[in-house]
């Protein structure tokens, strides 16, 4: 006969990781957006780097607020979709100042060291977010907020792509993804 002792903190562990997953697990809404560098997209000659106010919105695009994050934890999988504004970006066509909404994705696994969620590395969310000339470089969670910072590009007034962080902030508004 085997008898297999657990350590008394490994419930604890467990219950401490669904606790904070049931947490992050949920919609999200879009409450700041800024970039690292000023930034001309609306083509009134004043680079700022909030994209709240330079933001350049064309037919079809999303007012900011109502952008959204999805956080999907399960048992399977730990997930994210996130609704970004990009440049538009397509080699058929010209690039132009609008930013338009982009769903980037990507997995994110659970640090024990400083109770948060960090990315998980994956070729296949990393080259399907490249197409839109972006890179999710970080995410972190803290009390109902997420937050991403990304790499990408900007077309700007001048008609040139601008490289630069663009840090966002989503406030939980659901406790279910949509």
């Excluded at 994110?108 to 296949?124: C, G, K, M, R």
């Excluded at 470089?137 to 900007?154: A, G, H, P």
């Amino acid at each position: 006969m085997i008898f297999i002792q657990r350590d008394s903190n490994d419930a604890s562990d467990s219950d401490k990781l669904s606790m904070f997953m049931q947490e992050v697990h949920g919609t999200y809404e879009l409450r700041n957006a800024v970039v690292n560098i000023p930034i001309d997209l609306d083509g009134d000659s004043i680079s700022q780097t909030n994209l709240y106010v330079e933001g350049s919105f064309c037919g079809n695009s999303k007012i900011f607020d109502s952008y959204k994050c999805s956080l999907t934890s399960n048992e399977y999988y730990n997930e994210f979709s996130v609704e970004v504004p990009l440049s538009e970006f397509s080699p058929q066509y010209m690039p132009d100042i609008c930013l338009r909404d982009k769903h980037l994705l990507g997995k994110f696994i659970y640090n024990s060291d400083n109770d948060n969620i960090v990315l998980e590395v994956n070729d296949f969310y990393n080259n399907y977010n490249s197409s839109f000339r972006s890179v999710v470089l970080d995410t972190s969670w803290e009390n109902r907020w997420v937050y991403f910072t990304i790499k990408t590009e900007f077309y700007d007034k001048n008609g040139h792509w601008k490289n630069v962080e663009l840090f966002l902030s989503y406030e939980k508004i659901l406790d279910t993804p949509i």
